[in-house]
């Protein structure tokens, strides 16, 4: 059964950072698109970040306007997780944070919520002084 489990959240003063981890049990997250949505209180679930499966071969990456240069996708093959790097953050990116996978037949982001088949359950981030 695929499984996908985040951390790393958690309160963080403004101008902070946090690291996200997102770790699969059941399948190689290599082999899928992995992306990072969230979804603050009244608002729709948005994605952020998104990573390409290996078999794009370029690894390319995806990252909103809204946290372009401030947060960075990336993949550990060794120990199967996919990371959010999240710096200087805003009392903006307060949000439950999901990361989220594609069906394997597909190599590059989508940035439609409908097109991921496998979710997980979330982890809290929240910034404040």
């Known amino acids: 059964q695929v499984q996908l489990v985040e951390s790393g959240g958690g309160l963080v003063q403004p101008g902070g950072s946090l690291r996200l981890s997102c770790a699969a049990a059941g399948f190689t997250l290599d082999n899928y698109v992995i992306a990072w949505f969230r979804q603050a209180p009244g608002k729709e679930r948005e994605i952020i970040s998104c990573i390409s499966s290996i078999k794009s071969h370029d690894g390319s990456t995806y990252h909103a306007d809204s946290v372009k240069g401030r947060f960075t996708i990336s993949r550990d093959n060794a120990k199967n997780t996919v990371y959010l790097q999240m710096n200087s953050l805003k009392p903006e990116d307060q949000a439950i944070y999901y990361c989220?996978?594609?069906?394997?037949?597909?190599?590059?982001?989508?940035?439609?919520?409908?097109?991921?088949?496998?979710w997980g359950q979330g982890t809290q981030v929240t910034v404040s002084s």
């Open positions: 989220a996978a594609r069906a394997p037949m597909y190599i590059y982001c989508s940035g439609f919520l409908d097109e991921y088949d496998y």
